[in-house]
């Protein structure tokens, strides 16, 4: 029966510092996003899961963003202390190591992540980790390795065992010999140390190898001497241990993690249309009966209620969309922070864009080419055709017509329209905000208001139509033949 007991302290090392160089990219490496999220986010996330409580970050490239990245949201309040260190110059991963040692406090488990390793999962870690702790036949805990049998392990370290399958070493590739490169069960690079141990190996090693670095995968070979064991822990898929070291390697982890994600969903009993043309890059949390057409993006925080449909090529982020609500067809919406909220029974688009802070009730339409932002519209309110809403309040029924739009900009400050409940505000109207529409009230097409109306009145605010009887429109000049001077035809004009 394999431990589960997690020794403590738990320390997390995660080595980034390396370049990328064939990301070709400004971004250091492990910020490149996955699922809309740095690889060093997901690193992040499946160690938190671990509960440790101390993380150190080894960074080296664009060692200033990513300690900004950290100090970022994300992880600056996470449960446990968070601390970068730089490796610089870049000795290997040994020395990298070596450089997070001073932040590195007492005993327990010491588990080195890689940040571009991003899909392990923390079940996973969790076995690692459980495999380092001490047991009666291993006093000072066991140096645990998660190792992975590989098709094709040309550039990987190799386990060495001897004939009773104790692991004596890594040899890095360029390091081993030709029966050495036989063996397929490769080193990941992840592994947990017991941290006292770590201390006392870390600066006796040395850079007399093929490639004149600091091998973290010599201590491997000390454990052996000092006679602490080594326990090999096979990573449960490619996917979970695969490294990102190009656009390519990128996508192909992009595909995977999404697969993966249309599965779970699919599982929960969401209807997707094609498993294959989903994107989520955030957390998506479907009820029962929601329905999801091709090529929808959905990031952030989005919360789907039970029979919600999406139609196709949808994008929406930080969104709650209530029950039965229908989304069709483009239709683009992005609560950012303020977020969006879309009632139950809702009819959005197609084409249309909710931003943030557009809170709509109980069955409100919203048609194609209507844009709402910073605005409440009440149950059964409708905006059906080309219309901008902007820091409305929007009563319950009310008919905002076609190319209507809220003027809620004078060029410095923002203001708000209220249009209370039962209004009828007809197309191509301009509501000059600040301003009222009182409940019931009417407003005629092509109306500027810029005063507030009263409840139940018509108001119409338009040049009135004049109208002239019998009026002949101008002719046209009769043609002239090619080069003859016209003398009376008009010049440019001054
Ligand atoms: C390493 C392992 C190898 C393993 C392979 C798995 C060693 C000596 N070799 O090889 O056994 O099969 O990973 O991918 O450990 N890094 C630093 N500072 C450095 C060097 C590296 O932070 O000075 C970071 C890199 O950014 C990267 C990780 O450590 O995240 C691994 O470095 P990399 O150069 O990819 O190691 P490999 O030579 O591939
Ligand atoms: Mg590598």
Same mark, same amino acid.
């Given at each position: 029966?394999?431990?589960?007991?997690?020794?403590?302290?738990?320390?997390?090392?995660?080595? +980034?510092?390396?370049?990328?160089?064939?990301? @070709?990219?400004?971004?250091? @490496?492990?910020?490149?996003?996955?699922?809309?999220?740095?690889?060093?986010?997901?690193?992040?996330?499946?160690?938190?899961?671990?509960?440790?409580?101390?993380?150190?970050?080894?960074?080296?490239?664009?060692?200033?963003?990513?300690?900004?990245?950290?100090?970022?949201?994300?992880?600056?309040?996470?449960?446990?202390?968070?601390?970068?260190?730089?490796?610089?110059?870049?000795?290997?991963?040994?020395?990298?190591?070596?450089?997070?040692?001073?932040?590195?406090?007492?005993?327990?488990?010491?588990?080195?992540?890689?940040?571009?390793?991003?899909?392990?999962?923390?079940?996973?870690?969790?076995?690692?980790?459980?495999?380092?702790?001490?047991?009666?036949?291993?006093?000072?805990?066991?140096?645990?390795?998660?190792?992975?049998?590989?098709?094709?392990?040309?550039?990987?370290?190799?386990?060495?065992?001897?004939?009773?399958?104790?692991?004596?070493?890594?040899?890095?590739?360029?390091?081993?010999?030709?029966?050495?490169?036989?063996?397929?069960?490769?080193?990941?690079?992840?592994?947990?140390?017991?941290?006292?141990?770590?201390?006392?190996?870390?600066?006796?090693?040395?850079?007399?190898?093929?490639?004149?670095?600091?091998?973290?995968?010599?201590?491997?070979?000390?454990?052996?001497?000092?006679?602490?064991?080594?326990?090999?822990?096979?990573?449960?898929?490619?996917?979970?241990?695969?490294?990102?070291?190009?656009?390519?390697?990128?996508?192909?982890?992009?595909?995977?993690?999404?697969?993966?994600?249309?599965?779970?969903?699919?599982?929960?009993?969401?209807?997707?249309?094609?498993?294959?043309?989903?994107?989520?890059?955030?957390?998506?949390?479907?009820?029962?009966?929601?329905?999801?057409?091709?090529?929808?993006?959905?990031?952030?925080?989005?919360?789907?209620?039970?029979?919600?449909?999406?139609?196709?090529?949808?994008?929406?982020?930080?969104?709650?969309?209530?029950?039965?609500?229908?989304?069709?067809?483009?239709?683009?919406?992005?609560?950012?922070?303020?977020?969006?909220?879309?009632?139950?029974?809702?009819?959005?688009?197609?084409?249309?864009?909710?931003?943030?802070?557009?809170?709509?009730?109980?069955?409100?339409?919203?048609?194609?080419?209507?844009?709402?932002?910073?605005?409440?519209?009440?149950?059964?309110?409708? +905006?059906?055709?080309?219309?901008?809403?902007?820091?409305?309040?929007?009563?319950?029924?009310?008919?905002?017509?076609?190319?209507?739009?809220?003027?809620?900009?004078?060029?410095?400050?923002?203001?708000?329209?209220?249009?209370?409940?039962?209004?009828?505000?007809?197309?191509?109207?301009?509501?000059?905000?600040?301003?009222?529409?009182?409940?019931?009230?009417?407003?005629?097409?092509?109306?500027?208001?810029? @005063?507030?109306?009263?409840?139940?009145?018509?108001?119409?605010?338009?040049?009135?139509?004049?109208?002239?009887?019998?009026?002949?429109?101008?002719? @046209?000049?009769?043609?002239?033949?090619?080069?003859?001077?016209?003398?009376?035809?008009?010049?440019?004009?001054?």
């Amino acid at each position: 029966m394999p431990s589960t007991h997690i020794p403590s302290p738990l320390q997390v090392v995660v080595l +980034a510092a390396g370049k990328g160089t064939r990301m @070709k990219s400004r971004l250091p @490496k492990v910020l490149h996003r996955l699922a809309g999220r740095p690889m060093l986010g997901h690193v992040l996330a499946a160690a938190a899961a671990l509960d440790p409580e101390r993380v150190v970050a080894v960074t080296g490239h664009g060692a200033a963003d990513v300690a900004g990245y950290l100090e970022g949201t994300e992880w600056a309040s996470a449960r446990f202390d968070i601390r970068t260190v730089v490796q610089e110059p870049q000795l290997g991963t040994g020395h990298a190591v070596r450089q997070a040692l001073p932040e590195l406090a007492g005993d327990g488990t010491t588990l080195i992540l890689y940040g571009d390793v991003p899909l392990t999962s923390a079940t996973t870690l969790r076995a690692l980790v459980a495999a380092s702790a001490p047991t009666e036949h291993a006093p000072h805990g066991r140096l645990a390795l998660l190792t992975i049998e590989l098709p094709d392990p040309t550039g990987y370290g190799r386990i060495v065992r001897n004939a009773s399958g104790e692991v004596l070493a890594i040899v890095e590739h360029k390091d081993a010999t030709a029966s050495q490169r036989l063996i397929r069960e490769t080193n990941t690079g992840l592994m947990a140390v017991p941290t006292r141990q770590l201390r006392h190996w870390l600066p006796r090693l040395r850079d007399d190898n093929a490639q004149g670095e600091f091998y973290l995968t010599d201590i491997v070979a000390m454990a052996v001497d000092d006679g602490v064991p080594v326990a090999g822990v096979a990573a449960p898929n490619p996917t979970e241990v695969a490294g990102v070291n190009s656009p390519a390697q990128l996508a192909a982890l992009e595909r995977a993690l999404q697969a993966q994600i249309a599965q779970d969903l699919l599982e929960q009993g969401v209807r997707l249309a094609d498993p294959a043309r989903l994107d989520v890059r955030g957390t998506l949390t479907c009820g029962q009966d929601v329905e999801i057409d091709v090529n929808c993006v959905f990031h952030g925080d989005v919360t789907l209620g039970d029979g919600v449909r999406i139609g196709p090529h949808c994008v929406i982020g930080n969104a709650r969309i209530e029950a039965d609500a229908v989304i069709h067809a483009y239709t683009h919406i992005d609560g950012e922070r303020a977020g969006v909220s879309v009632g139950a029974g809702a009819l959005i688009g197609p084409f249309a864009r909710l931003r943030p802070g557009a809170k709509l009730g109980r069955e409100v339409h919203i048609g194609n080419f209507v844009e709402v932002k910073n605005s409440t519209l009440a149950n059964g309110a409708k +905006a059906n055709h080309l219309a901008y809403l902007g820091d409305a309040q929007v009563g319950e029924r009310v008919n905002f017509g076609a190319g209507s739009i809220t003027a809620n900009y004078d060029g410095a400050n923002k203001h708000r329209t209220v249009i209370e409940a039962d209004v009828h505000v007809g197309s191509n109207c301009v509501l000059v905000a600040p301003v009222t529409l009182g409940a019931g009230g009417t407003v005629g097409g092509g109306s500027t208001i810029t @005063k507030h109306t009263p409840p139940g009145a018509l108001s119409v605010a338009r040049g009135k139509q004049v109208v002239i009887a019998n009026w002949s429109r101008p002719a @046209k000049a009769p043609a002239q033949a090619p080069g003859q001077p016209q003398p009376d035809a008009p010049g440019p004009e001054a």
